[in-house]
């Protein structure tokens, strides 16, 4: 029983296009997470939703947009990608009292051609 | 702005000797800091925790010493073993903020 799971977990597609990353928890956290981790290995955080609301959105360009339905779900669509936008990306939850620690998905690895 | 830094990319140790992995932070407002382990084509899984009132907290094989004077951390572990070969993350917050990441550490342990 995955406990984070992202899907697709490669994705390579060209400049230009629009692509959707799909995020699921399972473990009843009230908040979520997307960070990105680039070339130099660095993982910064994107956004953070607690409860369906948006509460963190770090300097990301707009082209990136996070849907949350449910708080068991926060999906990251992008538009028009670009070269600079390869990368990996991680979701992550977690919840409040438990440590703060976050449970990770095992990323998805976007190359824009 | 590097908060948290992770000063040597890597570290290989000897099967059953001491790894000693450290990170630095310059935000004195941190009060919570965790270690993070990741395998190849997974995600980070934690590891480790202490808070900033504690000075040390252990698990195992697994320690971690905070000296908040020098604004350090290190994790050690015990006697390392070769399925401890991975990338090492040294991350904190302060309050309820979102987790500050290090560039990692990618420890070998050779047989």
């Known amino acids: 029983d995955t406990a984070v799971s992202q899907t697709p977990k490669y994705l390579v597609t060209q400049m230009g296009n629009d692509k959707s990353i799909k995020c699921e928890q399972n473990?009843?956290?009230?908040?979520m997470y997307w960070y990105k981790q680039d070339s130099k290995k660095f993982l910064k955080i994107m956004f953070s939703?607690?409860?369906?609301?948006?509460?963190i959105n770090e300097t990301v360009p707009n082209r990136f947009s996070p849907k949350s339905p449910d708080k068991a779900h926060l999906n990251l669509h992008i538009n028009s990608l670009e070269l600079g936008d390869s990368a990996v990306y991680f979701c992550?939850?977690?919840?409040?009292?438990?440590?703060?620690?976050?449970?990770f998905g095992s990323g998805t690895r976007l190359t824009v051609v | 702005d590097q908060q948290v830094k992770q000063n040597s990319p890597s570290l290989s140790v000897q099967e059953g000797r001491i790894s000693i992995l450290n990170c630095d932070y310059t935000?004195?407002?941190?009060?919570?800091f965790l270690w993070y382990k990741k395998y190849p084509a997974e995600g980070p899984t934690f590891l480790i925790s202490?808070?900033?009132?504690?000075d040390k907290n252990e698990d195992g094989r697994f320690t971690v010493f905070l000296n908040k004077s020098a604004k350090h951390l290190s994790l050690h572990i015990v006697p390392s073993q070769p399925g401890d070969s991975a990338v090492y993350f040294c991350?904190?917050?302060?309050?309820?903020?979102?987790?500050?990441f290090g560039k990692g550490t990618l420890l070998t342990v050779n047989p």
């Open positions: 473990l009843g956290h009230d908040t």
């Open positions: 935000n004195s407002m941190f009060d919570y």
């Open positions: 939703y607690n409860n369906k609301e948006l509460i």
């Open positions: 202490i808070s900033s009132i504690k």
């Open positions: 991350a904190a917050r302060f309050l309820l903020s979102t987790l500050t």
């Open positions: 992550a939850s977690s919840q409040v009292g438990q440590g703060g620690g976050y449970t």
